[in-house]
């Protein structure tokens, strides 16, 4: 499995052998030593830690400090999108850059010069000439591997016996006589499981062995095989506190539970969306989004995650979030595109195509749905999300005045392909109590304004001020 470098990576140290690598100070450490000591080394100096990671500041950040401290295999407990895959990723960068491996094409794995494993390296270093042995460099990069539960079989990670190797002469009992699998080739890197409770009970025995003597059993041939694995598993909660989906040895042998959450405040969640958004506005038809709408998406999710219709045991991933939100800013650039419109704004019209995004992302509770399809359902949550934002700016701005305009018999249409331009126009004649909606998102930009102008209405119609009628895509506001 070793790969052999034949392009050196301009960073890549310069020895090749295992004299100039005893000669050059190395020191074997194993990975939790070597994590704990990069880890130490970067947290005295104040350098950040966990880049892109918002809202665990004080509660999932910490309690991570403390297990890669103590040396712990871990298990991150919590529902999906909370960014449980994401960590154990980042966890590569306490990693040194580079380790030397003996760079020989039948060693099993990635060995450590200064103390092989398999019987063939300790063979090699204890009958070769240092300066005979060749050192390759394997980057972090490569260190972490990882596999989802779900069909995952013992010879996939733990490793199986060789039929070929039983019929070249060698013993079922010999180490030469495996396979291995994902694990074995991981040593002195980083594994990582997903969804540990849905992993076959016999895997998890095989992974119990390994927690608990850090060797390879297969078959019931135990093979002593050193490994050097830091092991890592996400599980929803829902699933992993169920009797009988984890064995209860492996458990016991798992350090540290890390357990995650979605974010507690809105704006955490909004950080996470911008964060992840990057430069999807740019562009030769660049969006521009109100930060009230950020708002609206992020709430949508909110409430969600509120919601009596929806199964709180599934969770409501961040992922929700960003799908809408994608689809906000393709549905805007769409407009952008057709009416030269640059930069293309976002607007409440926009939500009505939302459902492709949505829909599949929403488990319903059956018991408390009372037959409410899955559209209903977000029908009903984007409603809330706009009245619990609108009533933040009607407490802000006074914006409940412009309810009045509509006594009058003032009716608007509104529609996510009509030109910001027509807005202007339809509103030439309203009362001067309009201009309070532009006070939401200062600009005299007509798209911005256009945008402002469907939030209001919108507003004013989730709060039951206004009536609203609906007929092929366009959506009309009166009282």
């Known amino acids: 499995m070793n790969a052999v470098v034949t392009t050196p990576h301009p960073q890549m140290p310069p020895e090749r052998t295992l004299a100039e690598l005893t000669g050059s100070g190395w020191t074997s450490k194993t990975i939790k030593q070597e994590i704990r000591d990069n880890f130490t080394r970067m947290l005295s100096s104040g350098e950040e830690l966990y880049p892109g990671i918002v809202g ?15 040396g712990h295999d871990m298990l991150f407990l919590g529902e999906k999108g909370q960014a449980k895959s994401r960590i154990m990723r980042m966890l590569t960068r306490f990693l040194d850059e580079w380790i030397p491996y003996i760079d020989h094409p039948e060693l099993p794995v990635h060995e450590d010069p200064s103390l092989p494993i398999s019987s063939l390296g300790k063979r090699l270093v204890a009958t070769h000439d240092p300066e005979d042995i060749k050192i390759g460099w394997w980057h972090r ?55 540990l409770p849905e992993l076959d009970e016999l895997v998890q025995v095989g992974l119990f062995n390994i927690l608990e003597e850090r060797d390879v059993q297969i078959r019931g041939y135990p093979i002593q095989f050193e490994l050097d694995v830091f092991i890592l598993f996400s599980a929803n909660p829902a699933t992993y506190n169920r009797s009988g989906k984890v064995i209860p040895q492996l458990k016991d ?3 540290s539970i890390i357990q995650t959450h979605y974010p507690s405040e809105r704006d955490q969640g909004i950080a996470i969306l911008q964060q ?4 999807d506005l740019e562009g030769d038809y660049p969006v521009s989004v109100p930060y009230f709408m950020y708002q609206i998406v992020e709430e ?12 709180h045991a599934s969770g409501v991933s961040a992922r929700f979030s960003l799908a809408n939100f994608r689809t906000l800013v393709a549905s805007a650039r769409q407009r952008g595109i057709i009416h030269g419109e640059k930069p293309a704004v976002p607007r409440i019209s926009d939500f009505g195509h939302l459902y492709s995004s949505s829909l599949g992302k929403l488990e319903l509770d059956l018991m408390g749905t009372h037959q409410m399809s899955e559209s209903q359902v977000l029908d009903a949550t984007v409603a809330e999300a706009i009245k619990v934002v609108f009533s933040e700016y009607v407490e802000e701005h006074g914006l409940g005045e412009i309810a009045e305009i509509f006594r009058g018999g ?17 509103l030439a004649s309203v009362p001067p109590a309009w201009e309070k909606a532009f006070e939401v998102n200062a600009s005299e930009n007509e798209a911005i304004r256009a945008s402002c102008v469907e939030f209001v209405l919108a507003g004013l119609y989730a709060m039951e001020k206004i009536s609203r009628s609906s007929r092929h895509g366009k959506i009309q506001y009166e009282v």
Do not use: C, W
Not at 300 to 311: E, F, G, L, W
């Open 56 to 70: 665990y500041e004080d509660t999932v950040i910490p309690e991570i400090n403390l297990a890669l401290l103590a």
């Open 141 to 195: 990069s490569q260190r972490y591997a990882e596999r989802l539960s779900p069909g995952t079989k013992f010879a996939d990670i733990i490793g199986e016996i060789d039929p070929a190797k039983l019929t070249g002469g060698v013993s079922m009992s010999a180490e030469e006589a495996l396979s291995f699998g994902l694990i074995p080739r991981m040593h002195r890197g980083i594994f990582a499981m997903n969804e």
């Open 253 to 255: 042998r798992i350090g």
């Open 276 to 279: 992840e958004v990057g430069s």
């Open 300 to 311: 949508i999710t909110v409430q969600a995650r509120k919601s009596k219709y929806i199964d």
């Open 410 to 426: 003032v009716r608007v249409e509104v529609s996510d392909m009509l030109p910001s331009s027509d807005y202007a126009e339809r």
